[in-house]
Each structure stands twice: as C-alpha cells, then as structure tokens.
C-alpha cells in the first residue's frame, strides 16, 4: 500500500512538475540593483568618518564630511583599499577592465593613452545586459576616446553645467560678484542635481541604470585660502600634526586645509545625491559606491607614488538590504569593483580579471577580516607626464603591499623618480612658476604651493630633506614596516634585520608579476619604454610651450657662460 501511495505522489509531482515554468537561477529572478558610483579624481583617504581609525592623528580630524559619513554608517566602510595605479588615466584603466592597469594595453599610462576596444569594460558589459548608462564629469580621460570604456561622450548629462569640477574657482568668483558663500554653493549644487535630474528622465520604469558621477574639484588647481574662506578650515589648526613627508609650514598647511575644503565640496555634492535618490523613491534599490582614483595631488609622497599616501583610497558602499555600520579590514583593490557591478547586473566576468568581487564582502553581516586571502595587494606605475624625462621614458615601479609592509621594485633607479629636474639649477624657476607650471621641474608632481615650498627651499637645511625624498633618486628596493613607521619615511631595505622579509615579499612580487604577464618583468620588459608607451603626450599645449622655452633660454644661458669662459 505504501509502495503504491509512493508511486501515485510521484506520478503527481512529475504531471505538476510538467505544467509548471521550468526553475529558474535565483540571481535571474532578483531586482537587480541601480548603481550610483561617485569616482573623485585626486581623491584619496578623506572623510571623516576616518578619523581615528588608523589609531592616531591624521588630516581625517580636520575634516567634517556628514554625507559621506551618513553612507558609511548605512552601509559599509572599507578601512584598506586602494588603487592599482597611482594616477588618472591607469587606475581608471584597472577600474572599468577590472585588470592589473599593465595589462591594459596602452591604457597602462596617462598621457597619450590609448583605449583598446577588445578589452571589456564593466560599463559596456552593463549596457549590453540592459542597463540604462550615465555619467556626469571625468570617466576616463586624458586618453583616447575620451571616456571610451564608457561609450565616449554618448551617455553624458552635463547640460546644466560643470561647475562642480571647479568648486573653489566658482565659488570665489561668485563671491567676488556679490553673492554669499551659500548661494553660490547652491548654485553648483543646483548644477549636480539638474543633471542627475536629467538622467533620472531618461530612464525607464522598471530597467535598473549605472550612473557615474566624477567631479575633479580636487584635482588641481584650486584657490589658495577657500579651505578656510569657504569651510573655515583654519590652516594654522594643522601645526604639529602634518604627516612626516610634508613640510610643517603654513604655505604647506594651507594647500592641505584647501584640498580638504575641496573633498567637503564632494561631501555636499554626495548630499545632494542622496536627496534626489529619496524624493524620487530610488534609494532603496540602488547600490551607493563612493571612491577616488588616488591620492592627493602636487605633494610628496602623494599622486604617483605607491606609498599610502598615493594608492590609499577612500571605499564607502551602502548595498540595499545590507547590515548597516560595518567597517572591513580586508585589503581591496579597486579592480574589485569591476566584477562587482558585474554581479550585481548578472553579467559573467571575462578572462584576465585581477580584481574578484566584493559581493562576499557586502552580504556579510560582519566586520573586520572577511576573506582572510585578501592579504595583499599589487600596484604599480609606468608613466604620468609624457615629458616628465628625457626621451619619454617612464619611472617603473611595482609595489607588493601586505598588512605589516610595503615593498617596492624601482626597476630603473637610475632615472627622476618625480621627473627630472630640467634647468632648475641653471635657470630657477619663481615660487609663483612652480605653483602654476607642471612641466617647469620634475613634472610628476603636480604644480602646486607645496610643490613650490620643497622646490624653492631644496638648499635649506629643513627643506633638502623633503625635496630629497620628493625628487631625489631612489634605491632599486624599498621597504617600510607600517606598524613603527605609517607614513612610510624610513626605508629599511638595507636593514639586516629586514633582510627575510624583503627577500620574502621580492619574490611573491616577482612571482605575482610574472603570472600576471607584466610586460616589465618579462620577456617584453622594454615595452613599456617604447613607442607608443613613449610618444609625446597632448597635455597643457601652452604650458609645455611654456616649460620648451625655458629649456631653450637654459641653452642659451650655459652656451653664453661657455663663450665666456
């Protein structure tokens, strides 16, 4: 009886089983999530929901970020991520391909970059799977096509202004004209949410949208004195507290509390965002992601270099549904996040992805260690400005970045790791040259008032050692331990006590590298310093003509003492 009651359940369940849609993967039957990803240039690690993480003082205390923060509590604060290159064009390469930025073809440097069409970029790949694209500001660039991983200029909704990308600029102008510091920021803000109006309208009900907002206020340049003009941040409140690779004096202090005022000015964009997200009923099916493309520009240790102070990003993602006010020590890339929008809009990675994605990381209930494999970390540089050195050519670099250590391969030591210094003897350049000229002396660092206070005071007892440390030749080998020495000043690669570590961690770099298929470790290790890689770039017409004619008077000037002699 029981046998036969078996049979008639089964021939029950396989006639129901026939009429019934066939099962389908859960992923498929999931609302797929909106994503809105706010991608800073020369942002780095600022926001104040940082401050004290770090367990000591750093220029997160100086800083009030109460939107970005509000995001962080709702969401998910990554405490160790960063980039993979520490300037634009290349970390953005990483970024869109989810690749090492080496393995992007001519996407590895920044100017005359070169977009390759066959590698696929999370923005396409999103596209194609249905998803709604738009973008406000600086996707990819300078390179060509222009915000080519992201359909070139074909998604952009800029029509009511770019502003946001000049900040201090305009709003000190603004004031200048007669209005008050409030209304002219709320002109720019007005400017943020008419675009992403425009955008929001050209949706449609029901099809999830990838929205990419990259302002460039904290690029260079901004106006001295608007960190405490239009923020009140009070430069002299920084005495006593600057992080050991930066000079100690109020011009430094100052550019610092300007910069800051500039991430603040994201801050209020991010607030913006958020309000239109929540009065048009969207908040709560869109995935929040805030990021930079690395660190602070126009100081040492900074932009193009992959100590923290380069490579170290701000990661902040609120995911619908998600334990709210986790803070995650597992070390991130930021090529993490190209497989991640992928899974969040159903789409299969390609091959050759370095990054893996942090959809483990956001379901978690957890904070702290969530992957214990994400140990570590590689990043790299190739070139930033194509004249930064004679003949084109590149600073290589290649960091392997642990909890406890940074290692670093300077593959030719040889050369101006920040550019060379031109005719900076033989015709010196005036404070205000440097703060205005990138190409006058050593061009890989961004022009800039601290810039000109280590150039400018390089013969000076306090200054010698910041301009030797920011300009001076470096060892083939570095290494830092990061628990007696953060900001990353006492390189102990010549340090017997070190010798295992550094030995360790040189050949997990290597052996990474060379799985990885790094044209500069192996067997086509000279590409990188070859046509195209080493073509003059496009950058600043005028300012180069400017930085040509000041090489030419140096000619002159040593032809003329020749003569003489």
């Not at 039957?29 to 770090?54: C, H, K, M, P």
């Not at 920044?110 to 590698?119: G, L």
């Not at 073509?535 to 090489?551: F, M, N, S, Y």
Request: charged share 25%.
């Amino acid at each position: 009886m029981k046998c036969c009651l078996a049979l008639l359940a089964s021939l029950f369940v396989f006639l129901l089983a026939d009429r019934l849609p066939a099962a389908v993967p859960a992923q498929a039957t999931e609302t797929r999530w909106n994503i809105l990803f706010v991608f800073v240039d020369d942002w780095g690690r600022y926001a104040s929901v940082y401050q004290g993480l770090d367990g000591r003082p750093t220029l997160n205390d100086f800083i009030h970020t109460p939107n970005i923060d509000r995001v962080a509590r709702e969401g998910v604060l990554f405490r160790n991520a960063y980039v993979q290159n520490p300037t634009c064009t290349p970390s953005r390469s990483a970024l869109m391909s989810g690749r090492h930025f080496f393995n992007t073809g001519q996407g590895a440097i920044t100017d005359n970059a070169v977009w390759d069409p066959s590698i696929p970029s999370y923005p396409l790949m999103l596209r194609d799977a249905g998803y709604t694209l738009g973008k406000s500001h600086k996707v990819w660039s300078p390179g060509t096509l222009r915000d080519a991983p992201f359909g070139g200029g074909q998604y952009a909704f800029e029509r009511h202004g770019s502003r946001a990308s000049r900040f201090s600029k305009e709003v000190t102008a603004m004031v200048e004209a007669g209005l008050s510091v409030e209304a002219a920021r709320q002109q720019i803000l007005n400017e943020v949410r008419g675009n992403f109006d425009d955008f929001l309208a050209s949706t449609r009900p029901g099809q999830p949208w990838h929205y990419f907002f990259g302002p460039t206020n904290t690029h260079r340049f901004w106006t001295k004195g608007s960190g405490k003009a239009i923020w009140g941040l009070d430069p002299d409140s920084l005495k006593g507290r600057m992080p050991a690779f930066l000079p100690d004096v109020h011009e430094v202090r100052e550019d610092i509390a300007d910069y800051l005022g500039e991430c603040m000015a994201v801050d209020a964009y991010v607030g913006m965002l958020l309000k239109r997200l929540e009065e048009t009923g969207q908040s709560e099916n869109t995935l929040i992601v805030l990021s930079g493309d690395h660190g602070m520009p126009g100081v040492p240790s900074g932009k193009s270099n992959l100590y923290d102070h380069g490579v170290a990003v701000a990661l902040i993602v609120r995911t619908p549904g998600g334990t709210p006010g986790r803070i995650v020590d597992d070390l991130i890339v930021l090529s993490d996040l190209a497989p991640t929008f992928m899974e969040v809009g159903g789409v299969t990675p390609p091959d050759g992805l370095y990054g893996r994605s942090l959809m483990p990381q956001l379901r978690s209930a957890r904070s702290g260690i969530i992957d214990r494999t994400r140990d570590h970390i590689i990043t790299g540089r190739e070139r930033h400005v194509a004249i930064a050195r004679e003949g084109n050519l590149p600073y290589p670099m290649r960091s392997l970045r642990t909890r406890d250590h940074v290692y670093i391969r300077n593959f030719e030591a040889d050369r101006w790791p920040g550019g060379s210094p031109f005719t900076l003897e033989v015709l010196p350049p005036t404070f205000a040259e440097l703060e205005t000229n990138h190409y006058i002396a050593h061009p890989d660092m961004d022009a800039g008032p601290t810039k000109a206070w280590v150039v400018t005071n390089r013969h000076d007892p306090m200054g010698k050692r910041f301009y030797e440390a920011a300009f001076g030749k470096r060892p083939v080998e570095e290494l830092y331990d990061l628990k007696s020495d953060p900001d990353q000043v006492r390189n102990l690669a010549n340090d017997p006590a070190y010798a295992e570590t550094k030995n360790r961690m040189s050949a997990q770099l290597i052996k990474t590298l060379i799985e990885a298929k790094d044209p500069r470790v192996t067997g086509d290790r000279n590409t990188f310093d070859l046509p195209p890689f080493v073509g003059v770039g496009t950058l600043a017409p005028r300012a180069l003509k400017r930085a040509e004619r000041a090489v030419q008077a140096a000619k002159r000037e040593i032809e003329l003492e020749q003569l003489i002699r």
